[in-house]
């Protein structure tokens, strides 16, 4: 098949971010098709003008230049959606896809998908990695009749213009068939584990560790991620704080990653007395040292404000300490803490105790069998539920599904 992928923050391995699309794509290559990457360049140098064409793990990469951060002002991030589908919508349709594949966020990345798809006659199928604009409503950036009316009926125009969708959690599942959408065409394909690339060395491990500010023998809590609204990883400087107060082994609190709450933190920790002693913030790390850095942790963590629309997320990271064996700390409920509890592979601390999150991590720490019997579990949920391998074939018969389906009189 000739595909086209929309997908506004495309990144690879030598970025920091998620790579699920890199993954998805360079596999449907090595499976004999043609995909066709249309991104964006989100800090565009110099004078560039117009879609850059690259070609990286065989995937056939066109991106135009469009500004976008998380220090953008809504406006600003809206203007940066609408910009980029525009251009998206025009430049697709000329490379005359089998069938269409649009990824969100955002949700605007199904206004190019289905010019495309009805340009060109072929499918669209759509994925939800967030249940938008549920969550930008419940954080009140989403406010007034308008706007909420406009945002409510972009969701159905995305839906109402796919042959089939795929969710990455059962709860964004259960939103989209919410919606009105057919269940029997919802697939669910969760964010997975690149077992290959989070298979380090132990002597990888440790070299990279003693370049941490981590001292000899000090148990490593790790949170690597972005630094946003959402994330509240300020509630780890709460921890670290806490942690400090217990007669306890030592532990060192890292946060790898950069946002727009970064200062705040940075704040909050220095209020405490914890930076840059036992809480310690780092800039990004490519996706590629990003392994380096989960052999080298104790704990992991995903962490999100008290938000019950989070409670559906896919976190990458969840599934990246996953793939590395890696026991793995989270402050919300739903299907990963379900998993977590059934599993063994980790914990589910409360997000509104920090003194009790710190003396439950603390026991755990201390247990160094069960962080071995956690890490194991995790492990083992990588390899048999959520091996990047085994679920990129459920996403390629999906769109040859779709494809097929799509070719019917």
């Not at 991030?77 to 990824?103: E, K, N, Q």
Request: charged share 20%; hydrophobic share 45%; aromatic share 8%.
């Amino acid at each position: 098949m000739n595909i086209v992928y929309l997908h506004q923050y495309f990144k690879t391995p030598f970025q920091p971010g998620g790579t699920r699309s890199y993954e998805f794509a360079r596999r449907l290559v090595q499976r004999g098709h043609t995909v066709h990457m249309v991104t964006s360049i989100r800090q565009p140098q110099g004078s560039q003008r117009g879609w850059q064409e690259s070609t990286v793990a065989g995937i056939h990469v066109h991106a135009i230049p469009v500004p976008y951060g998380n220090v953008m002002s809504y406006r600003q991030r809206i203007a940066a959606f609408l910009r980029f589908a525009y251009h998206a919508a025009g430049s697709a349709a000329r490379l005359a896809p089998d069938i269409v594949f649009a990824t969100s966020t955002p949700l605007t990345i199904a206004l190019p998908g289905a010019y495309v798809a009805w340009r060109c006659r072929v499918p669209m199928v759509f994925e939800v990695r967030d249940l938008w604009p549920e969550m930008p409503i419940a954080l009140g950036v989403i406010r007034g009749k308008v706007p909420i009316a406009a945002a409510r009926w972009l969701e159905r125009f995305a839906y109402r213009n796919a042959a089939r969708v795929i969710a990455l959690s059962p709860g964004m599942r259960d939103g989209v068939v919410a919606s009105g959408y057919p269940s029997e065409r919802v697939s669910v394909i969760p964010n997975s584990c690149d077992l290959d690339l989070f298979t380090v060395p132990s002597a990888s491990a440790q070299a990279f560790r003693s370049t941490l500010p981590v001292a000899n023998g000090c148990a490593l809590v790790t949170y690597a991620g972005s630094l946003g609204t959402l994330n509240g990883v300020g509630y780890l400087a709460q921890i670290a704080a806490e942690y400090r107060k217990l007669d306890a082994k030592e532990a060192s609190f890292l946060v790898v990653g950069d946002g727009r709450e970064r200062s705040s933190i940075e704040a909050l920790a220095s209020e405490l007395g914890v930076l840059n002693s036992s809480f310690h913030i780092l800039g990004q790390l490519p996706k590629a040292e990003i392994p380096l850095l989960l052999s080298a942790t104790d704990v992991a963590t995903s962490l999100f404000i008290d938000l019950p629309e989070m409670r559906k997320n896919s976190a990458n990271k969840f599934f990246d300490a996953l793939a590395s064996g890696t026991p793995i700390a989270i402050n919300y409920e739903g299907w990963q803490a379900d998993l977590l509890r059934k599993s063994g592979a980790g914990l589910v601390l409360p997000a509104d105790d920090p003194p009790a999150a710190a003396q439950l991590l603390a026991t755990f720490l201390a247990d160094r069998d069960r962080l071995a019997q956690a890490g194991q579990a995790a492990r083992h949920l990588a390899e048999t539920r959520f091996s990047r391998d085994l679920l990129s074939k459920e996403f390629e018969r999906v769109l040859l599904l779709a494809a097929e389906e799509g070719r019917r009189p």
